[in-house]
């Protein structure tokens, strides 16, 4: 039961370049998220999927797309990395969303 | 906009003290809080959640209280040890769809041996 993974650990891009960052949970979890880490600002929720086929805008959404590709796998896109992506993402997931949040180990962005 | 703050920012005890972290929030109607350990260059692992219905909950030597009403949370560590050290956070909940669940910024703890 490996919980929440997440790939790449880390990653670096230049700006303008685009990629995705990959995430599942083997909990058969409903709820799933993603969220960015930043010194002095915390972390911040981009995106969410309440359940397998729905996902909803969080606090910072611009920039990033998500795809639930099915009750597993939660992905957030970069379509044109810009300096300010450079954080640490994490994602989440949840049995359904009232309950407590089950972390990944997160992805070290950095994009010059 | 709910916003979530803790006190204080960084703490620093020696090994088998009683500790508290506190935790607010702007916003009452709250659906959930759940208090996270994050580890230097680690995700963040849960430690307890409370819904809006209880007062307490218990882990081991961790006790995690709300008080809804004046909007805060106090996460307690009893006999602290150097294991303990790291960053804990707060979070709330404040609708059922996940949207609005607000971090504070944490306290980072050292626990001395």
């Known amino acids: 039961n490996a919980g929440v993974t997440q790939t790449p650990k880390f990653q670096v891009l230049k700006t303008g370049q685009s990629m995705t960052l990959q995430c599942a949970q083997d909990?058969?979890?409903?709820?799933m998220y993603w969220y960015r880490q930043d010194p002095g600002m915390g972390l911040r929720l981009i995106y969410y999927s309440a359940s397998e086929g729905t996902t909803d805008k969080g606090e910072v959404p611009n920039g990033y797309n998500v795809s639930r590709l099915n009750k597993r796998e939660f992905s957030l896109r970069l379509e044109s990395a810009a300096p300010s992506q450079t954080s640490v993402y994490f994602c989440?997931?949840?049995?359904?969303?009232?309950?407590?949040?089950?972390f990944g180990p997160g992805t070290r962005l950095t994009v010059t | 906009k709910q916003e979530v703050t803790q006190i204080p920012a960084a703490l620093s005890v020696p090994e088998g003290e009683n500790l508290v972290l506190n935790c607010s929030f702007t916003?009452?109607?709250?659906?959930?809080l759940q208090w996270f350990r994050q580890d230097p260059g680690k995700g963040l692992t849960s430690l307890l959640l409370i819904q809006s219905s209880q007062r307490e909950q218990t882990s081991g030597r961790l006790n995690a209280s709300l008080d809804k009403s004046s909007g805060r949370s106090t996460l307690y560590i009893a006999a602290s040890q150097p294991g303990d050290s790291a960053t804990y956070l707060c979070a709330v909940m404040t609708d059922n769809y996940g949207q609005n669940f607000v971090f504070g910024p944490g306290t980072r703890l050292s626990v001395l041996p």
């Open positions: 909990m058969n979890h409903n709820s």
């Open positions: 916003d009452s109607a709250i659906y959930n």
């Open positions: 989440a997931s949840s049995e359904v969303a009232e309950y407590e949040q089950y």
